[in-house]
């Protein structure tokens, strides 16, 4: 798994590529934490997370709408995937999070130039982030 | 090939006006008209805002052009510097044509006291801002509203705030963008999950390009509008940029969400699932409308707590009688959509990264500017000028009544890392005689200056274009910055 920025001249583009459709959404996770969580502590907590769309690009914005609120409403920081399942439209998924001071960067997941497909023997998928 | 009459496909109109045709693409209705002279265009064709442009312009509805200010850059779903009116009933709304950050936007408060009369007491000042505004992360706005006391807010801005805490004056209320207030809000339809994220956030300034930053008039270019918006040379203002912060991303998170859909229900195909939209007359539209104006109506609040809390600085570091004195000249709206009256038609007017700029007679602005014209603020990147216009009359005709939003990005937040620290770039604004409070040295290098356009330049189109014209210019002081 990993993920790289591209290039944007104001937002956050996110290139992620994972061998599996489950490894890209962990991937966001990480990359999401990488922006916002850089001062996490305190103890651990679990969350969980439901999230419904209609394809599986619509449900990775809807995956990482759920860590910004996380992080905006209880100043958590997602940093490890405890649980996570895709069942037709809906991921379901538990998330371990650090409370801590979270940038509250970014405002949104966006559908601009959202991509979510297999690629050689894997998934990539590329997401544009609103900050 | 570019000649003098084209330039990367577009064809020059006028001196500052440049167009792709509506043939260029088979899905666009309109053309795609951009205000640009030929340094800051090659600048545009860099990126991919004009691509963006030429989406906008597949909007059904969409009347006269998609149009775009100097300022535009790549956006997501619109260019930021992106205006777009469409017709009602059958034209759409656009949640992206918005923005996330709804009715993010800008208001200047003028001080009483001059630069010199200040002395060295800016670094107190700008310190004693940092302290009771929060920023970048964390809560702890100090204002937290729910319930009925948050509906009133988003129903009627900071009206709402000034008559049940005593923040603000009728004056500020007066001198801001419809009086601070989308009389159609609804705010039934805002999520619990946008309550949610704005609950504590009244008075907080968030992070990304968001700042208070103190400045003095270096120049007054146009004494009489001056005058008439109470600038003269010298005197130390106070510029607020911030927006309707998690309340408003969550708005449009649900909206977009929504209309993305129920595209195939209004046979609607678009070439960017993030200008999902809906027919104004449809449930969805209206709906948006409702909940977009309660969430512009917060960011006004937002604003104006702001400002309560530079008044309650400006108290402690420079007394009370100054803080008394601190009147608001006007505040405006970057990011928001409008049903207004355009060549005997009612249009709703998208303007994203975009400031409404309405000429001298206007009824809809404030009696006290009725005769020069709306006043619009224009700041610069961080350490640069920033710049006061007024709306000129061929705004309506050319642009719906619309100008630029500011300098305008041109490189991105990494590339800006890659070229200067934090910490150098605190070394070299103080060096400047800028005072800099940021918590964090990664948000403020990906705010350097010069990775943004010439904010002059970017004026200087918009003043030949005939948009609006120069009135003063503001040169920093201090930052506080998300």
């Known amino acids: 798994m990993s993920h790289h920025w591209l290039e944007h001249t104001a937002e956050l583009e996110l290139q992620l590529d994972a061998a599996s459709e489950t490894g890209v959404f962990r991937e966001a996770l990480e990359a999401l934490g990488e922006v916002i969580g850089d001062r996490a502590f305190g103890k651990a907590v679990s969350r969980e997370i439901v999230v419904a769309a209609s394809d ?26 405890e649980r996570l399942e895709l069942d037709g439209d809906t991921l379901t998924a538990t998330v371990r999070a650090h409370r801590g001071q979270p940038r509250h960067l970014v405002k949104g997941a966006t559908y601009h130039d959202l991509v979510f497909e297999r690629a050689g023997g894997g998934f990539t998928a590329t997401v544009v982030l609103d900050v | ?34 205000f640009a002279d030929r340094e800051l265009l090659a600048e545009i064709v860099a990126d991919r805002s004009l691509e963006q442009l ?28 992106g205006v777009a009116a469409t017709e009602p009933p059958d034209g759409v709304v656009s949640p992206g044509g918005v923005g996330y950050d709804i009715n993010c936007g800008v208001r200047l408060l003028a001080l009483p006291l001059t630069a010199d009369e200040l002395g060295g007491r800016a670094e107190a000042l700008v310190d004693e801002i940092s302290r009771r505004v929060p920023v970048g992360a964390g809560h702890g706005g100090a204002l937290r509203l729910g319930g009925p006391a948050l509906d009133r807010a988003l ?54 390009n968001h700042f208070i930053e103190l400045q003095q008039v270096a120049a007054i270019i146009d004494p009489v509008a001056a005058a008439a918006f109470g600038l003269r040379e010298g005197q130390l203002t106070v510029l607020i940029h911030s927006g309707s912060r998690g309340l408003g991303h969550q708005v449009c998170t ?36 409702g909940a977009m104006a309660a969430a512009a109506n917060f960011a006004w609040a937002n604003r104006a707590t702001l400002a309560h809390r530079v008044r309650e600085a400006i108290a402690r570091v420079l007394g009370p009688q100054t803080a008394r004195g601190t009147r608001q000249v006007y505040d405006v709206a970057h990011n928001v959509a409008k049903l207004e009256q355009h060549g005997g038609r009612e249009l709703c007017v998208h303007r994203k990264g975009a400031t409404r700029a309405f000429p001298p007679g206007s009824p809809d602005i404030p009696a006290a500017y009725r005769e020069v014209g709306q006043p619009v603020f224009i700041p610069g990147s961080m350490g640069t000028s920033s710049f006061v216009l007024v709306g ?16 305008g990005r041109r490189m991105s937040r990494t590339g800006a890392r890659r070229q200067i620290t934090g910490t150098e770039l605190r070394r070299q604004l103080k060096s400047q005689g800028i005072v800099v409070r940021c918590p964090s040295n990664k948000g403020l290098a990906e705010e350097a200056p010069f990775a943004y356009k010439d904010v002059e330049r970017v004026v200087d189109v918009v003043e030949r274009a005939g948009l609006a014209r120069r009135v003063a210019k503001l040169a920093p002081l201090g930052v506080v910055k998300g």
């Open chain 2, 1 to 34: 090939m570019s000649d003098a009459t084209t330039f990367a496909g577009l064809r020059r109109l006028d001196e500052t006006l440049w167009e792709i045709p509506a043939d260029a693409r088979a899905d666009m209705r309109v053309p795609a008209r951009v």
């Open chain 2, 54 to 81: 030429q989406n906008v312009a597949t909007l059904p509805g969409i009347v006269g052009a998609a149009l775009a200010m100097p300022d535009i850059h790549q956006g997501y779903g619109f260019p930021v510097g």
């Open chain 1, 56 to 81: 599986r690009a619509a449900l990775l914005v809807g995956w990482l709408d759920e860590l910004v609120f996380l992080a905006e409403t209880e100043d958590l920081v997602a940093d490890a995937v």
């Open chain 2, 155 to 208: 129903a009627a801005g900071p009206r709402a705030l000034q008559v049940e805490h005593g923040i603000g004056t009728p004056d500020d209320v007066e001198h801001t963008e419809s009086a601070g207030c989308l009389d159609w809000a609804d705010p039934a339809g805002v999520s619990e999950r946008a309550r949610a994220r704005g609950a504590d956030q009244l008075g907080t300034l968030g992070s990304g």
């Open chain 2, 254 to 289: 649900d909206h977009v969400r929504r209309m993305d859909a129920v595209l195939s229900r209004y046979a609607i195909a678009l070439p960017d699932r993030q200008l999902a939209c809906a027919p104004l007359s449809s449930q969805e539209g209206k709906d948006y409308m």
């Open chain 2, 392 to 407: 000129e009359p061929a705004a309506m005709e050319l642009s719906f009544g619309t100008t630029c939003h500011g300098a």
